[in-house]
């Protein structure tokens, strides 16, 4: 399976952005999807998941009533809808897979199948 992660780009604090993420090999149906971001010197941080009934979602603290996390089985894809981006929202956002559960949606060994990251970029 190979995920393809869009739609960054540079907005001003207060902006919105959509990322998308194009699951190919597989029915994205078969697959629990997060997200994920590293900002400059810090460690990759969970973003948001859903789980492949696409039933339930999970966020983070930092972005909860700010993020959503969405999937169209037609297209294959995942979104992540961010809404009023802050500074701190500055980073490379990555989507990633996986077709069973180990225990937590929140740890990266969840996920074995990664995109290449897309960069956000928010500005005061």
């Known amino acids: 399976v190979q995920l393809q992660a869009s739609g960054g780009g540079s907005v001003q604090a207060g902006g919105s952005l959509r990322l998308s993420c194009v699951v190919s090999?597989?029915?994205?149906?078969?697959?629990?999807m997060g997200w994920f971001r590293q900002a400059p010197g810090k460690d990759r941080e969970f973003v948001a998941a859903?789980?492949?009934?696409?039933?339930?979602?999970y966020y983070a603290d930092s972005v909860k009533g700010q993020f959503t996390i969405s999937r169209d089985n037609a297209k294959n894809t995942v979104y992540l809808q961010m809404n009023s981006l802050k500074p701190e929202d500055t980073a490379n956002y990555y989507c990633a897979a996986s077709t069973y559960y180990s225990g937590s949606y929140y740890s990266e060994g969840q996920y074995a199948y990664w995109g290449q990251g897309t960069q956000v970029t928010v500005s005061s």
């Open positions: 090999g597989r029915t994205i149906s078969n697959y629990n």
């Open positions: 859903m789980t492949k009934s696409g039933g339930i979602t």
